[in-house]
């Protein structure tokens, strides 16, 4: 009679199970947020999104605050969208930010993006809206509310922090956005020379 402690049955059942499956390599783990634990869930990387999002809020040549938002969009095949947009009121950088996840957030909603991993270089957004940091400002709790009721609007989402050299396309498109805008209630004419 051979004795095999219980552990080692119950981790062969696993084991054995987990080989009879199969798993495609082009598929990956998707990281759920939210609450308290972790919830893993098998999803082909072919369904999966990237947004890209990042805010500036800087003080142009007349010293007006003025503030743009960007989001850059991934698809699952490598296709890319750029989306700038100048905010019309002037805001911090954090709101900034914020405006800029939640046009990023609303785009693929009306896309039908199912799955989606979010990533910014603003480690406090990130934080806030993984709840690992509270809200203390009044000023960003409505831009926060919205943003993490669109993130629970998808089946998968996944919100990352990354350096930013990692965001450097969207850093650009918006800083660029934010140079261009004009400040309020200002006025530029341009005018076209004809042949």
Request: proline share 4%; aromatic share 10%.
């Amino acid at each position: 009679m051979i004795f095999v402690p219980k552990k080692a049955v119950k981790g062969q059942a696993i084991a054995d199970f987990l080989s009879e499956q199969h798993i495609p390599w082009s598929s990956k783990f998707y990281e759920d947020i939210p609450d308290e634990g972790f919830e893993l869930n098998y999803v082909s990387h072919h369904q999966i999104w990237q947004l890209y999002f990042d805010g500036v809020s800087q003080r142009n040549h007349k010293r007006a605050v003025i503030a743009g938002a960007g989001a850059m969009l991934i698809d699952p095949y490598g296709y890319v969208l750029s989306r700038a947009y100048s905010l019309t009121k002037p805001c911090s950088n954090n709101v900034a930010g914020y405006n800029a996840l939640i046009i990023g957030l609303q785009l693929v909603q009306d896309m039908g993006v199912k799955y989606l991993e979010a990533h910014s270089d603003s480690k406090l957004i990130v934080n806030q809206i993984r709840g690992e940091y509270e809200v203390h400002h009044n000023d960003l709790m409505p831009y926060h509310k919205v943003a993490t009721r669109l993130s629970q609007s998808f089946e998968g989402f996944y919100i990352n922090y990354i350096a930013r050299l990692e965001n450097t396309h969207v850093d650009a498109l918006v800083s660029l956005t934010a140079t261009l805008a004009l400040a309020p209630k200002s006025t530029r004419c341009i005018t076209m020379a004809s042949r």
